[in-house]
């Protein structure tokens, strides 16, 4: 007779099952931050959409300079508790983008949808009572739409059209958006709906569903046509309970979002009613990101074994020149040569790579991590810019300074990044007069990064920088203190292998990754020295004017008494005459002054030589010499001028 206990007692779980009870890992959790959490996920994947739309199917190529004027209202949905029909789902898509129809098909756009809605009565009666409420949650895109295959799959963990291939985008994981609709399912109980049509499908799909522990989906309404007043894209609407909604969460989200996504129109309807419109700035979409191979340095053992386990190359030489960047014919045949000298059997080009044994594996990987490899291909990343950075946040701020730059592509565990920094600088705006977080704006991928601010590589690089070199007080927090505001986008796919937590909103601190963010935001801190003290001379420059002009009047005047007095003089100007020619003498004499001392304050150069190259340095240091100098040596202040000069001091004076 068989013992029960031969039968074990580990058991095989699921993705879903673990994750639908643990949505809080990805930002879910009962509190304010979950209203931003819900419009990342989807509007994240609304953005992904369009550009995919333009990049693959040329969508929007002919957009004007900027989007039309819009102004869009919104009713409040109605969750009756009834079965939902498809009548329904049409009536309400009807309703929600009629007053889009002009530019639905024509403008990149994102639509975000937040409304209070009445609890049922099936909840506890302590979370009736308490301050938490019940909110439906609706978005839209007219991005590229899924076929009805992908949106069988939509919404269970891990299947993702991004999550494959490691490439610059805003999501990669498949977490989102089914950790969305577990939290929204395990809080309401109420279904998730969903639209879409392709932009190669004649018809769009729509289904009512719900997702479950064993990653499935559970329909309510099967997957079933459904004519879409659109021609492309992806509709979602569920429910889900939250603390009262405020401000500076959610719509900051949205804000920031608008802010480097300036290519696509963004409207948020939040809970209040208020309608939020970020109209599209410029006409051009980014350049595509090009997916590359892994590169060698970011190939763990792991990783490398799997790959020879799953690959579809016999030949080894196959195998490494195609499934690694950077591994041509002539590195791959040393990595083999390489690997042999630890050998016993022999590896050569034509091996067999599904015969490898476990030792040839393991002599290949020490061979393969030993060699030196250029750095991975920069067209892997696709920046801002620096032209469009400088000029949406000059729009949007409305600064008297605003400079950007963007950092030479670079790489580190072997996959490329690049770092863009912006700097807002203005006294008299109150809008940047803030302290605290709200100083620095971090971004990856363009998309803004609003929790775990001080663990963040991004936070860390800017408090490590010395503000007080560049005039500008520092904060406690190492951050800049004053009229200033500060953006740093890290893009590439990079930053998907270098988030801390599933919730995706700091990056660990990897060295060059920080030292690249420093190098930006010091260039422009050395920019905004410049600029602060130009505006000290020219504060100078008026000063000295304003008060020799007040000597000048005392001065006329008494030259004019004494032009009455004197016989001697043919030509006698008049006080208004004598004024103006010594009015303009003074400013002549301060606009050479001027002149003089900017001349004085710009950077020296220095260059060197090494072979042929010429480099040339900014030489930073010869300001703050400088700038002491000036400062240690008080000005000369103006002697008291009396009502009058004496006639005698002033006779000859008049004469001449």
């Known amino acids: 007779m068989t013992d029960s206990s031969s039968k074990g007692v580990i058991k095989e779980g699921s993705i879903a099952q673990f994750m639908r009870k643990r949505t809080q890992l990805v930002g879910f959790s009962i509190e304010r931050h979950k209203h931003t959490q819900y419009v990342a996920e989807f509007l994240d994947n609304a953005l992904d959409a369009i550009e995919t739309a333009h990049w693959k199917y040329k969508a929007f190529n002919n957009l004007r300079p900027q989007s039309p004027q819009i102004e869009y209202s919104v009713k409040p949905l109605n969750l009756n508790g009834a079965r939902v029909k498809v009548t329904d789902i049409s009536a309400r898509l009807k309703e929600l983008l009629e007053p889009l129809k002009t530019i639905i098909n024509d403008e990149p756009l994102a639509l975000i949808i937040i409304q209070r809605v009445e609890k049922p009565e099936i909840l506890p009666d302590d979370i009736q009572g308490s301050d938490i409420e019940m909110y439906s949650f609706e978005a839209f895109d007219n991005g590229v739409g899924m076929r009805p295959v992908d949106l069988e799959k939509y919404g269970i963990y891990l299947a993702s059209s991004k999550a494959e291939k490691l490439k610059q985008t805003r999501g990669s994981q498949g977490f989102g958006a ?6 929204a399912q395990n809080t309401t109980g109420k279904p998730i709906i969903v639209v879409s049509k392709h932009i190669k499908e004649r018809r769009g799909e729509t289904s009512v569903f719900y997702t479950t522990g064993e ?3 559970k329909y309510s309404v099967p997957p079933t046509g459904i004519q879409v007043p659109f021609k492309h894209g992806t509709y979602v609407q569920l429910s889900y309970l939250n603390v009262k909604y405020v401000r500076s969460y959610a719509d900051e989200y949205v804000r920031q979002t608008a ?3 300036s290519h696509v129109t963004i409207i948020f309807v939040d809970p209040n009613g208020d309608v939020a419109i970020y109209p599209r700035r410029v006409n051009q979409f980014p350049p595509e990101p090009v997916y590359t191979e892994p590169h060698p340095e970011s190939t763990s053992i792991g990783d490398f074994q799997d790959l020879i386990r799953n690959t579809k190359h016999n030949k080894l030489i196959d195998f490494l020149t195609k499934s690694f960047c950077r591994i041509g014919s002539k590195r791959a045949k040393d990595i083999i040569e390489n690997a042999n000298k ?10 067999q790579v599904k015969k490898l044994s476990d030792e040839q594996i393991n002599a290949l990987y020490k061979a393969f991590i030993s060699m030196k490899y250029p750095s991975p291909p920069v067209d892997t990343v696709v920046p801002v810019g620096k032209e469009v950075l400088q000029e949406v946040i000059k729009k949007h701020f409305n600064a008297e300074f605003v400079e950007a730059t963007t950092r030479p592509p670079t790489s580190s565990k072997g996959l490329a990044f690049v770092v863009e920094a912006a700097i807002a600088y203005d006294p008299n705006n109150p809008a940047l007069n803030d302290s605290g977080s709200g100083v620095l704006y971090r971004f990856t991928n363009r998309t ?4 775990d601010n001080s663990d963040c590589a991004i936070w860390k690089a800017a408090s490590s920088v010395n503000w007080k070199n560049y005039k500008i007080d520092r904060g406690d927090n190492g951050l800049p203190k004053g009229p200033v505001k500060l953006f740093v986008n890290v893009s590439g796919p990079f930053v998907h292998v270098m988030f801390k937590a599933q919730s995706k909103q700091a990056l660990a601190a990897d060295d060059i990754l920080v030292k690249e963010i420093k190098l930006a935001l010091e260039e422009l801190g050395r920019k905004l020295k410049a600029h602060i003290v130009k505006g000290e001379i020219e504060t100078r420059k008026r000063q000295r004017a304003q008060t020799l002009l007040e000597h000048a009047k005392v001065f006329a005047k008494s030259l004019a008494t004494i032009e009455e007095t004197d016989s001697e003089l043919k030509v006698k100007p008049t006080y208004e005459e004598l004024y103006k020619n010594i009015e303009e003498m003074i400013l ?3 606009r050479k002054t001027i002149q003089q001392e900017r001349k004085q304050h710009k ?3 220095k260059t060197k030589r090494s072979g042929e190259k010429i480099k040339t340095e900014t030489l930073d240091k010869s300001i703050p010499k400088l700038e002491t100098k000036l400062e240690t040596k008080p000005e000369a202040k103006p002697e008291a001028v009396p009502e009058t000069i004496p006639t005698e ?4 004076m008049a004469k001449t």
């Open 342 to 351: 630890d050998l016993r059997y022999k590896l050569s080009p034509n091996t």
């Open 603 to 605: 950077p020296k150069t």
């Open 448 to 451: 803004p990064k609003l929790r």
């Open 588 to 590: 002549s004499t301060e």
């Open 215 to 217: 990653n499935t989906k």
């Open 649 to 652: 001091s002033l006779t000859q």
């Open 178 to 183: 089914p950790s969305a609709f577990s939290d």
């Open 259 to 261: 802010l480097l996504n």
